[in-house]
Nanobody, 118 residues
């Protein structure tokens, strides 16, 4: 069993920055079974979409609209994944979710609200 807890959301002005964190907990065998993690977001009235992903080995991928502004990273020693978000735009406003995939099942966090507004 893997438990994911997001933090770091909030209200920020356009052009500002936020860093989201996803703390991972569980048995060492469960955590080591994670083969990939990603950040997703869901805006009001819209479907949930993937924003950025990272797999074992550090390979990353990004939604086109966030390339060059967002950076995903993972600190294995702290069992934490991050999403550094710079140059935020109002259209980035959404609930951001942490996701982890293992060979047996998937896990989701509870989400953290990010609001970009002046």
């Amino acid at each position: 069993q893997v438990h994911l807890v997001e933090s770091g959301g909030g209200l920020v002005q356009p052009g500002g920055s936020l860093r989201l964190s996803c703390a991972t907990s569980g048995s060492s065998s469960s955590i080591s079974s994670i083969i990939g993690m990603s950040w997703h977001r869901q805006a009001p009235g819209k479907q949930r979409e993937v924003v950025a992903g990272i797999v074992s080995g550090g390979i990353t991928n990004y939604k086109e609209s966030v390339k060059g502004r967002f950076t995903i990273s993972r600190d294995n020693a702290k069992n934490t994944m991050y999403l550094q978000m710079n140059s935020l735009k109002p259209e980035d406003t959404a609930v951001y979710y942490c996701y982890a995939a293992t060979r047996l099942r998937d896990y989701w966090g509870q989400g953290t609200q990010v609001t970009v507004s002046s």
